[in-house]
C-alpha cells in the first residue's frame, strides 16, 4: 500500500518548498516465518572514558535495541567499569521488564577504570545461561574500547571470542574512536568478537 499526502490541504499557485508524508506498508510474504528468539545482553562501558557525549549515545543505543525487543525474546544489561555490575539480570522481554531497564539505564554515570573483557564475559555468562537451541545468543558491547583493567591481552580476548562463538553466544561490538570490530590496541580480530 502507498500512500502520499502534502502538508497542506491545497497547492499554492506559485512555486514554494512543501513538504510531502509518504507511507508505504509492505505486506509479509506469505508462508514468512517469524523471526528466531534473541537473547541480548546489553554490555555498557561506564567507565570514565565514556562521559559525556560517547555515554549518552551508549545508552540511547541501548534503549533502542530494548525497544525491539519482542514476545519470547529475553535480555539483560551489564555495566562495567573497574567493577561489573548486572542492573537487570537475563529476563525475558515482557513490556515491564522493558520498561524497568529502561529506568535503570537513567542511573548509569561515567566512573572509574576499563574493565573491559569482565563486562563483555559477563554479558555472554548471561546470554548463554538461558539459551535454547532454537534462539540467538548476542551480545552488543557498547564501548569506546579503552581496556585498562582486568583482561587487556587482544589475543586473550580474541581467544575468549572464540569460545563463545562455540557456545553460540556472538558479539556485536560498537566502538568510538577505534574500528568497530578491532581489538583495544587496533588490531583486527575475525569474526564478531569484541572491540
Known amino acids: 500500500m502507498f500512500n502520499a499526502r502534502p502538508d497542506r490541504p491545497s497547492l499554492p499557485a506559485e512555486p514554494s518548498e512543501r513538504l510531502l508524508r509518504v507511507e508505504i506498508k509492505v505486506p509479509r510474504p ?7 528468539p534473541v537473547h541480548l545482553s546489553l554490555v555498557i ?3 570514565g572514558s565514556m562521559s559525556g557525549e560517547k555515554l549518552r549515545l551508549a545508552l540511547e ?4 535495541a530494548i525497544r525491539t525487543l519482542q514476545p519470547g525474546d ?18 525475558e522481554a515482557t513490556p515491564g521488564a522493558r520498561l524497568r531497564a529502561e529506568a535503570a539505564l537513567d542511573t548509569v554515570t561515567a566512573r572509574g577504570n576499563t574493565d573491559l573483557g569482565g563486562g563483555w564475559l559477563r ?15 548476542r551480545v552488543l558491547l557498547l564501548t569506546d574500547g579503552q581496556a585498562n583493567h582486568g583482561i587487556t591481552s587482544p589475543d586473550e580476548l580474541t581467544s575468549r571470542a572464540r569460545s563463545q562463538r562455540l557456545r553460540r553466544v556472538t ?10 570490530g578491532s581489538t583495544p590496541s587496533g588490531t583486527p580480530i575475525q569474526g564478531r568478537c569484541p572491540p
Not at 543505543?61 to 533502542?64: F, L, M, T, V
Not at 529475553?74 to 529476563?91: A, K, M, N
Not at 554479558?123 to 545468543?137: M, R
Open 30 to 36: 506469505e508462508g514468512s516465518q517469524a523471526r528466531k
Open 45 to 47: 562501558d561506564r567507565s
Open 61 to 64: 543505543a541501548a534503549r533502542q
Open 74 to 91: 529475553r535480555f539483560s544489561v551489564v555495566t562495567f567499569d573497574h567493577q561489573v555490575e548486572v542492573p537487570i539480570p537475563s529476563t
Open 123 to 137: 554479558g555472554c555468562a548471561e546470554v548463554g545461561a538461558h539459551l535454547p537451541e532454537d534462539a540467538i545468543g
Open 171 to 180: 558479539t556485536i561490538p560498537r566502538s568510538g574512536p577505534r574500528r568497530t
